[in-house]
């Protein structure tokens, strides 16, 4: 069983950056992808980026160059660095972490608002 507990959300300009973090209760080093996803109003949930124990990221095309993700494995802790801010941004962000072996499980966070707006 993993809880996961997001922070960082805010109210920023465009052009700002923020960092948003994401406490797990136990390890994820073994056998998870962890994943921030986003939902906006009106909009279905959608991932915007993933990284293996192995350090391998995906992003979603529309934040390529301005996001990073990182796992901080002694802290079990999952971090968005979010740069270049822009309002289309703005949505409710999601820790994910996903089991990838036996038994699948799949674990959300509550989620943290960000708003990007002047």
């Known amino acids: 069983q993993v809880q996961l507990v997001e922070s960082g959300g805010d109210l920023v300009q465009p052009g700002e950056s923020l960092t948003l973090s994401c406490a797990a209760s136990?390890?994820?080093?073994?056998?998870?992808?962890m994943g921030w996803y986003r939902q906006a109003p009106g909009k279905q949930r959608e991932l915007v980026a993933s990284?293996?124990?192995?350090?391998?990221?995906n992003f979603a095309d529309s934040v390529k160059g301005r996001f990073t993700i990182s796992v901080d494995n002694a802290k079990n802790t999952v971090y968005l660095q979010m740069n270049n801010l822009k309002p289309e941004d703005t949505a409710v962000y999601f820790c994910?972490?996903?089991?990838?072996?036996?038994?699948?499980?799949?674990?959300w966070g509550q989620g943290t608002q960000v708003t990007v707006s002047s």
């Open positions: 990284i293996t124990n192995g350090g391998n990221t």
């Open positions: 136990r390890s994820i080093f073994s056998g998870y992808v």
């Open positions: 994910n972490a996903r089991y990838m072996l036996y038994p699948p499980q799949n674990y």
